[in-house]
């Protein structure tokens, strides 16, 4: 009667092994890696608000040909510090 069973009790064994490992690297990524200070690291590090203002500048470029309204009036109104602003207050926000 033992001996019947011991192949499943073996592949039980290994998924409650499996799904430990797994439990524990979700609660490792939750914990280290899935935080803000992270990702306003990440922030800095690439510069997302160069790379957004220059996404948006080729933007309104683009668009101010089709509607007449020269570029320079949105731009003029954007400025790069509320740009960094605007990004991490969203970050912020995705993790509350």
């Known amino acids: 009667m033992?001996?019947?069973?011991?192949?499943?009790?073996?592949?039980?064994?290994f998924l409650f092994?499996?799904?430990?490992?797994?439990?524990e690297l979700?609660?490792?990524?939750k914990y280290?890696?899935?935080?803000h200070a992270t990702f306003e690291k990440v922030v800095e590090s690439?510069?997302?608000e160069d790379k957004t203002y220059a996404t948006l500048e080729n933007y309104f470029q683009t668009r101010s040909n089709?509607?007449?309204?020269p570029a320079s009036v949105y731009l003029n109104t954007i400025?790069?510090?509320?740009?960094?602003?605007g990004i991490l207050i969203s970050v912020y926000n995705a993790f509350d």
Do not use: M, W
């Open 79 to 85: 400025d790069k510090n509320n740009l960094r602003e």
């Open 32 to 35: 280290t890696a899935l935080n």
């Open 46 to 48: 690439e510069q997302l």
């Open 17 to 23: 092994v499996f799904c430990l490992l797994g439990t």
């Open 66 to 69: 089709s509607t007449g309204i």
């Open 2 to 13: 033992h001996i019947k069973l011991y192949p499943v009790k073996i592949i039980l064994a």
């Open 26 to 29: 979700t609660l490792f990524a």
